[in-house]
């Protein structure tokens, strides 16, 4: 199943990605997040699942 993941960083930032499967959502979350490296600065920092949902209503807004 595809949806729509909700991550955070440890900055605090809130990152939407849309088109995920599941089972990638379920395996980021099992090894406790992944790290994300910036192209422009090389700064390296953890982002963390937050949810998952296949029922998002664009139209609406949420």
């Known amino acids: 199943m595809k949806g729509t993941a909700v991550l955070q960083t440890q900055n605090e930032k809130v990152i939407v990605l849309e088109d995920i499967n599941k089972e990638t ?5 099992a090894q406790g997040g992944y790290e994300k490296a910036c192209k422009k600065t090389g ?3 953890q982002v963390f699942p937050v949810q998952f949902t296949s029922d998002v209503d664009w139209a609406f807004g949420y």
Not at 25 to 29: L, Q, S, T
């Open 25 to 29: 959502f379920d395996d980021w979350k």
């Open 43 to 45: 700064n390296i920092e």
